[in-house]
């Protein structure tokens, strides 16, 4: 279904003129981010930025376009000129795309093309700190006496969380009441308020609410611990096998965004993500730190549409 290889292959091994270097960026670029702020894709982005504007002596500005699961935001990205003034930031929702629309407002397989990826964070569970769930263990004993009982919260239909849930209640047997929410953040808040039980989040997005002692962190998915906090299991040593979704944040640029210009973003992107301050954000926010080039990136996309579409079918998910 995608169509992006042979792009990001030209992106990731057309030679960089020095013209070509001194002439972009000379003026701010904009990194569309299609959520509200607070959320993981906005922490994650708002860093990269700060970061690119001190590496590419241009401002770097980050303009949230929330609404649609994404689809205002990136449907915006790909009315802009392809000059590399204007890209978008998303993570792993936007794979999802395809199966939560019957149709998109721009074509998923040519209209953005993959830039790179950044910021491999494990999917986590958490709970307020007051939670009568301590363990995970608690909670999967909760959840299976009360079937549909217990609720979690996302920043909509559709969205990462939405299907990291229903892949986890196939893990574990369990069926949760989903409450949807406008972004991310009112998600963490209404777990903060107790309004609801539990919230699936990427670590980026909730890390800073861990260490501050306001949520618990029951499980992380992936096949290690956090660096941030060894003492949290995985999905896996917890007793859920089969669960390990991992959120990425990524780049995107318009279709037509010149091959130097794709070149150069890449080099800064992975410039940016070996230096010390950004590993040491990453590591903080529970992240792996890692870059994936272009052509990475576009088999990545690929293969997150195989997943999605068996969650999908699993989930008897109605196409909005």
Do not use: C
Not at 156 to 166: D, I, K, L, Q, S
């Amino acid at each position: 279904m995608i169509a992006f290889g042979a792009v990001a292959a030209l992106a990731a091994t057309t030679p960089l003129g020095a013209n070509a270097q001194a002439a972009y960026p000379s003026k701010p670029i904009k990194i569309i981010v299609p959520y509200p702020p607070g959320g993981a894709v906005d922490v994650v982005t708002r860093k990269m930025a700060q970061k690119l504007t001190e590496q590419m002596g241009q401002s770097i500005i980050v303009d949230n376009k929330p609404g649609g699961t994404g689809t205002i935001g990136a449907s915006a990205a790909a009315r802009a000129e392809a000059d590399g003034y204007t890209l978008m930031a998303n993570d792993t929702t936007y794979s999802l795309l395809p199966f939560i629309f019957k149709k998109l407002p721009f074509d998923y397989d040519k209209d953005l093309v993959p830039v790179s990826a950044y910021v491999f964070a494990p999917m986590a569970m958490v709970v307020n700190a007051e939670s009568p769930y301590k363990t995970l263990a608690e909670f999967l004993a909760a959840a299976k006496a009360a079937p549909g009982k217990l609720t979690y919260g996302t920043g909509g239909a559709g969205t990462t969380p939405h299907f990291t849930a229903e892949a986890f209640g196939v893990a574990s047997g369990t069926k949760l009441m989903h409450v949807p929410f406008k972004g991310a953040g009112e998600a963490t808040q209404a777990v903060l308020s107790n309004t609801i039980d539990m919230q699936f989040s990427s670590t980026p997005g909730v890390m800073g609410n861990v260490k501050g002692g306001k949520l618990r962190l029951l499980a992380v998915s992936g096949d290690k611990r956090l660096v941030a906090l060894p003492a949290v299991p995985t999905f896996a040593e917890a007793g859920v096998k089969n669960f390990s979704v991992v959120n990425w944040t990524g780049l995107w640029a318009p279709k037509g965004t010149p091959a130097p210009v794709l070149a150069r973003l890449q080099q800064e992107i992975a410039k940016a993500m070996a230096t010390p301050d950004m590993k040491a954000f990453a590591e903080g926010l529970g992240a792996e730190p890692r870059m994936a080039d272009a052509a990475a990136f576009a088999k990545m996309l690929t293969d997150s549409s195989v997943l999605w579409g068996k969650i999908a079918a699993n989930a008897s998910f109605d196409k909005q």
